[in-house]
């Protein structure tokens, strides 16, 4: 599953398959909901262009963002994903 974001800085990320991917500030992109998720938190993304966005100076070196940062951003999202169907079943019984 993807999700749409607007890249607000240049930045890349390693895929599962070893290739680097990288990401131009001001393009908005389809990314893995992990990727996705962890991008958001590093403020590198969102989900549509901010009104007073401005593009980043050139001579800003683009951001890394780590196999880490996008496992640990997998395993949140299925802890909510756990969590949320917990809430429902629990609702479904009562």
Same mark, same amino acid.
């Given at each position: 599953?993807?999700?749409?974001?607007?890249? !607000?800085?240049?930045?890349?990320?390693?895929?599962?398959?070893?290739? !680097?991917?990288?990401?131009? =500030?001001?393009?908005?992109?389809? $990314?893995?909901?992990?990727?996705?998720? =962890?991008?958001?938190?590093?403020? $590198?993304?969102?989900?549509?262009?901010?009104?007073?966005?401005?593009?980043?100076?050139?001579?800003?070196?683009?951001?890394? !963002?780590?196999? =880490?940062?996008?496992?640990?951003?997998? =395993?949140?999202?299925?802890? $909510?994903?756990?969590?949320?169907?917990? !809430?429902?079943?629990?609702?479904?019984?009562?």
């Amino acid at each position: 599953m993807t999700e749409r974001r607007f890249v !607000l800085v240049d930045f890349a990320h390693r895929t599962k398959t070893g290739r !680097l991917r990288p990401y131009e =500030a001001g393009h908005t992109y389809s $990314l893995a909901r992990a990727v996705a998720h =962890a991008a958001t938190k590093r403020e $590198l993304v969102a989900k549509q262009r901010p009104s007073r966005w401005t593009p980043p100076s050139i001579f800003r070196p683009p951001e890394a !963002l780590s196999e =880490a940062e996008v496992i640990e951003a997998e =395993a949140e999202l299925k802890a $909510l994903q756990r969590h949320a169907l917990e !809430l429902v079943d629990s609702e479904a019984e009562s």
